[in-house]
């Protein structure tokens, strides 16, 4: 067991590979003192030769490629995609001891690298001490239940870690629900308990989402609703309302009977939840999808794991990670935050939550029937 936690891989090398390193394994490392001492005058890209050399291998092209040449220059290299670039479970070495260089790195991509269960427990051992890794991506590499547990092991030792994929591994599922629990876990105890409440954005769309609310609730009233729920011809009040909301009555005069017909026709039965309510009313094209909701309740409640009512949107790449089943691009989470202007910094209530999640269906992955592996069309939404 690595430190008394995590199974360390052996093979009758391991005494060999000891000297590639710059520190010993799983050890604490200064990246200045490396950088100022070992590499003195030295550029990143002339670091990684060296480092191959040293652990007798090629330096890969298309990796120098991604490091700053210019002497002395370490902070400019925040994200080393490897995923179009075999590495290989030797190549890996170097890779990992140039790391404890790079001390603005973020993130990490090395999927598809033909990665071996100790290559994850050399990527473990560096990033339990790496000043500022946050994402590391061993997707679609041949590691079992070994590597696991060095990820588990891990995300306890470095709470800064908040997003390892996985996917396409002989990780059991156990292992990686574990994993994901203490990444969670992380993210409750590193943000949440600074935060004194709630930061919600005050955008026109979560301004009206609320007024809505108070509508359906007012509506319950004068139908007498006592499980909260209405007949769904209430929808068509639902879409006056919000067009009242946001200054668009004078729309109403063009909307004929047949419009308003096919409007509540869209509800999956002949009453409506709030859920319902809220998501055919403010997206006005938007089809219900009751399994699409209900996975992201539970994504939802996973991350609210006190129970306070919102989430972190600095945990929003994980909680759609968790959702779509896929890790989505940063890109994608921007086009999430984009929804109500926010910024990581800020949090999310559950109907905002849902409806930020739930009006551009999956960006990424697979779930159920009616997800795709691409980007789905942008609606029309009411609140734009």
Excluded at 16 to 30: C, Q, R, V
Excluded at 119 to 133: E, G, T
Excluded at 242 to 259: D, I, M, Q, V, W
Aim: glycine letters at 4%; one cysteine or more; hydrophobic letters at 40%.
């Amino acid at each position: 067991m690595a430190d008394g936690v995590s199974p360390v891989p052996t093979d009758s090398a391991a005494a060999d590979l000891m000297s590639p390193y710059l520190t010993p394994p799983g050890l604490p490392y200064n990246s200045t003192e490396l950088q100022q001492q070992v590499f003195h005058g030295k550029s990143p890209r002339e670091a990684y030769a060296r480092l191959c050399k040293k652990a007798s291998c090629r330096a890969v092209s298309a990796v120098s490629a991604m490091l700053c040449d210019k002497v002395g220059v370490w902070d400019t290299c925040e994200t080393l995609d490897l995923s179009r670039t075999y590495v290989g479970p030797k190549g890996i070495i170097p890779i990992m001891e140039l790391t404890k260089l790079l001390h603005k790195l973020n993130t990490l991509i090395l999927s598809n690298n033909y990665l071996t269960n100790r290559s994850v427990w050399a990527v473990c051992k560096v990033a339990a001490h790496h000043p500022s890794l946050q994402f590391i991506d061993l997707s679609r590499n041949d590691v079992t239940w070994t590597a696991g547990m060095c990820v588990l092991e891990l995300v306890v030792r470095n709470p800064a870690i908040r997003r390892v994929d996985l996917h396409e591994t002989k990780v059991k599922p156990k292992v990686i629900e574990a994993i994901e629990a203490q990444i969670h876990r992380n993210s409750f105890s590193g943000v949440r308990l600074q935060r004194k409440g709630p930061n919600s954005t005050n955008h026109p769309t979560t301004v009206r989402l609320r007024a809505l609310k108070r509508h359906y609730r007012d509506l319950c009233a004068k139908d007498g609703s006592k499980d909260g729920r209405l007949p769904s011809r209430y929808l068509a009040d639902g879409y006056k309302e919000l067009l009242r909301l946001a200054g668009r009555e004078t729309e109403l005069a063009n909307k004929s009977p047949a419009f308003f017909e096919a409007f509540v026709a869209r509800a999956p039965s002949d009453t409506v939840d709030w859920e319902a309510f809220m998501l055919l009313v403010m997206l006005d094209e938007q089809v219900y999808h009751e399994e699409l909701v209900e996975t992201l309740r539970a994504v939802f409640r996973a991350f609210d794991s006190d129970g306070a009512g919102y989430v972190e949107l600095s945990d929003l790449g994980s909680m759609m990670a968790s959702a779509y089943h896929a890790i989505p691009t940063d890109a994608e989470v921007q086009a999430k935050l984009a929804f109500f202007a926010a910024d990581p910094t800020m949090t999310a209530t559950w109907d905002e939550f849902l409806l930020m999640m739930h009006d551009h269906g999956p960006l990424v992955g697979e779930l159920g029937s009616f997800h795709t592996a691409t980007p789905l069309t942008r609606v029309r939404s009411l609140h734009h």
